[in-house]
């Protein structure tokens, strides 16, 4: 059962544009939403984190909306730039299980 | 500070054979978390310990996977009689609990290759 849904599963934005991914959820104990950057050979790095009493996060050029109402959560890039090409992963916490379930992962290309 | 360190980055073995994977978290960190990561199944949730004690292995294969946290400073999976099928990126990260929520810190990961 996939409990954190993830789309586009891939995009391309050219440079200077604005790149959105979205995620999904069901289970009503996730509290914890953090995104992950990850760049061929290496691990996931944690991009930004929101919590579920927020309902906006900002750092940079990033910013994660939530929306505990549709359960849904999103990702901003704007002025997205070639360096910015990786695959990016919303993920989920349980505040019962404190374990992450992630998303399917969008892999994104900025073209320049 | 180093990372999370993964050793080896790479390992090839053949079909039968046992396979032992290590990390070391990252230092002061309380929880290590195992992923395994594959272009069908995605990153999937493995097992996890806190304080070197094993909280949660819901996600590990129940026959020939198994992980232990010996000291608070390595952890290691083992993989007794591999299968081509265990061909994957596994990836180990730590974290230090702040709140009720953990920033996770991964490793760059081994990749495991089974003929």
């Known amino acids: 059962q996939q409990q954190v849904r993830q789309s586009p599963q891939s995009l391309t934005v050219w440079e200077g544009g604005t790149t959105v991914l979205t995620c999904s959820y069901e289970?009503?104990?996730?509290?914890?939403f953090p995104w992950y950057q990850q760049f061929p050979g290496e691990g996931p790095a944690l991009l930004i984190s929101i919590l579920s009493v927020s309902d906006k996060k900002e750092d940079g050029r990033f910013t994660t909306f939530f929306n505990k109402r549709e359960k849904k959560l999103s990702l901003h890039i704007i002025d997205s730039q070639p360096g910015d090409s990786a695959t990016y992963f919303c993920?989920?916490?349980?505040?019962?299980?404190?374990?992450?379930?992630f998303g399917t992962g969008t892999r994104l290309q900025v073209l320049p | 500070n180093a990372g999370v360190i993964q050793t080896p980055r790479h390992k090839v073995t053949g079909k039968g054979q046992e396979a032992t994977l290590w990390c070391e978290p990252i230092?002061?960190?309380?929880?290590v978390f195992w992923y395994r990561q594959t272009i069908v199944q995605g990153l999937e949730f493995l097992t996890y310990?806190?304080?070197?004690?094993?909280?949660?292995d819901s996600g590990m294969p129940k026959e020939r996977f198994s992980a232990q946290m010996p000291n608070q400073s390595h952890s290691t999976l083992k993989i007794q009689s591999t299968q081509p099928q265990d061909s994957a990126v596994y990836l180990c990260?730590?974290?230090?609990?702040?709140?009720?929520?953990?920033?996770?810190?991964f490793g760059p990961g081994t990749r495991l290759t089974v003929l």
């Open positions: 310990f806190r304080n070197q004690a094993p909280i949660d």
């Open positions: 289970d009503s104990t996730f509290n914890y």
């Open positions: 230092s002061g960190h309380s929880a």
């Open positions: 990260a730590s974290s230090l609990p702040w709140g009720s929520s953990y920033e996770q810190y």
């Open positions: 993920a989920a916490e349980s505040s019962n299980t404190n374990k992450v379930v």
